[in-house]
């Protein structure tokens, strides 16, 4: 019997620039989501004065600003993609523009991810101008959508990124993650 220790840990998944999993912030693909700022127009900082690197560093050069690349609903394609992103009812980004609400809109609001749902249908979808598809235009039921990420989950308990015994609690919180998004869904649209 092998020990923990004898067991390789799962190699990493994190974004890389080799395999274009992480580029430049204006490369980005990120989705023309209506009322949602495209990470492209953030604007990265500038170099520190630092009086042990030649010529101060190079205060006040740009610095790199690189991101996650995405996939055509606006997730990140590299990193581990939890069942959450691998089979989405969502957007879900790491980053939040400020509200107009406060000012500073070019601004990154600190600390805060974003979650951008699906439309319900296609009607909204296109009601609303959102270039991501529609959870009915995914051709999804309930029942599949659950069998989805039961599929994502296994894989990641294979790859050893996740307990088999996680996976019935991450299956339960996909149905209430749907069954919520179909009752927002119906009763705004009755309105």
Known sequence: MLSPEDVAEPPSRYPRLRDHTLVRARDVAFPKIPGVTSPQTAVAGVRGANRLVLRDGGAGAPLPYLVPQVDRDGNDVGGLRLPDVAVPLATYTGW??????????????????????????????EQSR??????EERDRSRDQYLKLVQDAASLLVKDRYLL??????????????????VRHSTSTSSR
């Open 130 to 135: 959102d270039p991501r598809l529609s959870m």
């Open 164 to 181: 088999a015994d996680d996976v019935p609690a991450i299956v339960k919180h996909a149905g209430e993650h749907w069954d919520l998004l």
């Open 96 to 125: 939040n523009f400020r509200s107009t609400a406060i000012g500073g809109t070019e601004q990154l609001f600190p600390l805060l991810g974003g979650y951008i749902p699906f439309a319900r249908t296609k009607v909204e979808r």
